[in-house]
């Protein structure tokens, strides 16, 4: 199990739209990685099965799309792995340690849009 390098993408506008679905197809073709995943690719995510980094189902936490042909963190992207990430939709399954690696990854987004993570907001 991975968590992926913090990326330090730069920010899309905060009003930009977020569509996992629509983000991902748009990053295989940016990253040419329509048949597999690569390391351009793994930049959009936060976490990564890797035991099965050859497969996209492995990747999870999605924050990025392509935005005027560069790879950029999209701030609703960023909240919504956020909100994944602190329970919401179900959350999701990962190992202890990863959860803290993505959360810090989500910090410094947040930091970078001037904003808190919902954990912090709570607190």
């Given at each position: 199990?991975?968590?992926?390098?913090?990326?330090?993408?730069p920010?899309?506008?905060?009003?930009?739209?977020?569509?996992?679905?629509?983000?991902?197809?748009r990053?295989?073709?940016?990253?040419?990685?329509?048949?597999?995943?690569?390391?351009?690719?793994?930049?959009?995510?936060?976490?990564?099965?890797?035991?099965?980094?050859?497969?996209?189902?492995?990747?999870?936490?999605?924050?990025?799309?392509?935005?005027?042909?560069?790879?950029?963190?999209?701030?609703?992207?960023i909240?919504?792995a956020?909100?994944?990430?602190?329970?919401?939709r179900?959350?999701?399954?990962?190992?202890?340690?990863?959860?803290?690696?993505?959360k810090?990854?989500?910090?410094?987004?947040?930091?970078?849009?001037?904003?808190?993570?919902?954990?912090?907001?709570?607190?």
């Open positions: 199990m991975t968590v992926v390098r913090f990326q330090d993408l920010l899309a506008p905060r009003d930009r739209s977020w569509d996992a679905d629509a983000a991902d197809r990053v295989r073709e940016w990253a040419h990685a329509e048949s597999s995943p690569n390391a351009d690719y793994k930049r959009a995510f936060l976490w990564v099965d890797g035991d099965r980094e050859d497969e996209f189902t492995a990747y999870k936490l999605p924050i990025a799309d392509v935005v005027n042909g560069d790879l950029k963190a999209v701030p609703r992207g909240m919504s956020a909100g994944v990430i602190d329970g919401a179900g959350g999701v399954d990962l190992p202890r340690d990863d959860v803290a690696g993505v810090h990854s989500l910090e410094r987004y947040y930091a970078k849009m001037n904003d808190e993570p919902p954990w912090r907001k709570a607190a």
